[in-house]
C-alpha cells in the first residue's frame, strides 16, 4: 500500500497549485487521508485532512482561506487545491493514510510515498 503525491512545481507567490494523492493497493474511498509537507530544516507538519466519510476536514492555521482539501472517491485520489501560494508553503508534500489517533500527529499515518516539492518564489 502506498500513496503518491503529484502535482508540485516552481510557481510564483500568489499563484496557484493542484496536487493529487492516488493510491496503489487501497481504496482511498475507505480511509482518512492527511496532506503533510516538510521543509528544509523543519519537521513534518500536517497540512490537511479530509475524512473518509467527508463530514470533516483540519487545515493548520497558515493554510486556511487558501487550501481546499477535496476527494474523487471514483478516481481514488484526493486532492489538495492551494491558492495564494507564499513562499513560506516551499516544502515537499505528502499524503498518507491515517490509521487511528490524533490526526494531526505524523505518527499515526502509513502509507508514506515519495513527496511531490513545492517552491514558492517570492
Known amino acids: 500500500v502506498q500513496l503518491q503525491a503529484s502535482g508540485g512545481g516552481l510557481v510564483q507567490a500568489g499563484g496557484s497549485l493542484w496536487l493529487s494523492c492516488a493510491a496503489s493497493?487501497?481504496?482511498?474511498?475507505?480511509?482518512?487521508i492527511g496532506w503533510f509537507r516538510q521543509a528544509p530544516g523543519k519537521e513534518r507538519e500536517a497540512v490537511s485532512c479530509?475524512?473518509?466519510?467527508?463530514?470533516?476536514?483540519y487545515y493548520v492555521d497558515s493554510v486556511k482561506g487558501r487550501f481546499t482539501i477535496s476527494r474523487d472517491n471514483a478516481k481514488s485520489t484526493v486532492f489538495l487545491q492551494m491558492n495564494s501560494l507564499k513562499p513560506e508553503d516551499t516544502a515537499v508534500y505528502y499524503c498518507?493514510?491515517?490509521?487511528?489517533?490524533?490526526?494531526?500527529?505524523?505518527?499515526?499515518?502509513?502509507?508514506w510515498g515519495q513527496g511531490t516539492q513545492v517552491t514558492v518564489s517570492s
Open positions: 493497493g487501497v481504496t482511498l474511498g475507505d480511509n482518512t
Open positions: 498518507a493514510r491515517f490509521t487511528g489517533g490524533r490526526y494531526y500527529d505524523t505518527g499515526n499515518y502509513d502509507a
Open positions: 479530509h475524512s473518509r466519510d467527508g463530514r470533516w476536514t
